[in-house]
């Protein structure tokens, strides 16, 4: 199987900054995309940013100029950086990965982390 474990929310005044982490581990053959998703209180889980194995990445213009994806191939690990942090970006925070299995029957799947909380106060 395969695991992902976040690391670095928190709580953060209003204007700094916080850097997730995300480790996958397990029976991994290779992994495409990886990213970050969040979901604020009361609301649907939204995009944040992804990046490809070839270090293509995406973001929603929500955190355009101010987070910055990146990721650590050799370590399976993705990180966001997350500088002037605002209170609307206080949401639950999970990473994903499109992994290949490296065990029979060798899918390719998503796999999630299980969240961590970011909360920005103003």
């Known amino acids: 199987q395969v695991q992902l474990v976040e690391s670095g929310g928190g709580l953060v005044q209003a204007g700094g900054s916080l850097r997730l982490s995300c480790a996958a581990s397990g029976s991994i053959f290779s992994i495409n995309a990886m990213g970050w998703y969040r979901q604020p209180p009361g609301k649907q889980r939204e995009l944040v940013a992804t990046?490809?194995?070839?270090?293509?990445?995406k973001s929603a213009d929500s955190v355009k100029g101010r987070f910055t994806i990146s990721r650590d191939n050799a370590k399976n690990t993705v990180y966001l950086q997350m500088n002037s942090l605002k209170p609307e970006d206080t949401s639950v925070f999970y990473c994903?990965?499109?992994?290949?299995?490296?065990?029979?029957?060798?899918?390719?799947?998503?796999?999630w982390g299980q969240g961590t909380q970011v909360t920005v106060s103003s």
């Open positions: 990046i490809t194995s070839g270090g293509i990445t």
């Open positions: 994903y990965a499109e992994v290949r299995t490296g065990i029979p029957p060798f899918t390719t799947r998503d796999y």
